[in-house]
């Protein structure tokens, strides 16, 4: 069987179009959207928009981990779709993911071909981080990675280390020997998480550009139309990073690595207060705070039933 779940939070007019580009449920598949905590109106619009779909109301936001660790709970596919809600697929094309898992015993998830809006390659996966005397060390990986971030719909199956979560389908034996996300995160680097602790119990992770999704991209988060909102989510992908470093990376190659990405953060801010854009320049200021500021590692992982 073959489990959908579609995190939604304030979003509902982005979810509907994702379940409705599904099409009808076959009999041996199940669509879950999961409220993550929208607020009564929200999720009313959301109920009665999807009246066949199975709702699952979340008290409060909790973000995409704990969202899709919810609908994963309840599902009862053998293999798990993680879906974003601004993305688009039919049932076709996920068959194409649930038939590459059922073909390869050794690998644990499988993710999609992704295009944007105009139909153009989209970045399906993001090689794990590394500190740059790694890159340096293997700038063969490093640039064979940087060719197959946005594969072309067709092209021949590849292995990854980490698939970008906007559509992932997983092997729910694996997920049920390493847990499932990592709820510390909330959102932002928890498919990166997920994906190297699956590598590292010795499962595969593959990207089958066969199958092809849409993805808006930032439907939810950081392109959110109110730019305070917006900002706090970029600061959140800045925090959700340095957990990350926290929970798998050494004191040396975490210090490192943020170091790299607080001089890119300087940059933009300098340029920000060139330009005279005074509101991106103190957005950027507190990036830097958050990349300079301890970072907790106090993990979460689910687990299925």
């Not at 609908?71 to 798990?80: E, K, M, P, S």
């Not at 932002?188 to 092809?212: K, Q, S």
Request: aromatic share 4%; net charge positive.
């Amino acid at each position: 069987m073959l489990s959908v779940v579609i995190p939604s939070y304030r979003g509902h007019e982005l979810t509907v179009r994702a379940v409705r580009t599904l099409g009808e449920v076959p009999i041996d598949c199940e669509v879950i959207v999961v409220d993550d905590g929208s607020g009564q109106p929200d999720r009313d619009r959301l109920m009665a928009a999807l009246p066949d779909v199975k709702v699952l109301a979340l008290p409060d936001n909790g973000g995409f981990a704990t969202a899709v660790n919810a609908g994963f709970r309840l599902a009862r596919g053998t293999c798990l779709v993680a879906l974003n809600n601004d993305a688009e697929v039919s049932w076709p094309e996920l068959r194409k993911l649930m038939d590459f898992l059922d073909s390869n015993e050794r690998v644990a998830a499988v993710g999609p071909a992704l295009t944007d809006a105009a139909e153009n390659p989209a970045v399906a996966t993001t090689p794990l981080p590394r500190p740059l005397w790694q890159k340096l060390a293997h700038p063969g990986a490093t640039l064979r990675g940087r060719r197959t971030r946005a594969p072309l719909p067709g092209t021949d199956p590849f292995r990854v280390d980490s698939i970008r979560g906007a559509c992932v389908a997983f092997r729910r034996d694996a997920l049920s020997q390493v847990g499932l996300f990592d709820e510390q995160f909330g959102m932002f680097a928890e498919d990166m998480d997920l994906c190297r602790r699956l590598g590292t119990a010795g499962w595969e992770l593959w990207i089958n550009p066969h199958a092809v999704t849409l993805h808006r991209g930032g439907g939810s988060t950081r392109r959110h139309p109110t730019p305070a909102v917006a900002a706090g989510f970029r600061r959140q992908s800045h925090r959700s990073a340095c957990r990350y470093l926290a929970k798998h990376h050494s004191l040396i190659d975490r210090v490192a690595m943020r170091g790299e990405m607080a001089l890119r953060v300087i940059g933009r801010a300098v340029g920000a207060a060139t330009r005279g854009d005074t509101r991106l320049a103190r957005e950027q200021i507190g990036n830097l705070r958050t990349l300079v500021s301890p970072a907790s590692n106090r993990p979460r992982e689910g687990s299925l039933p």
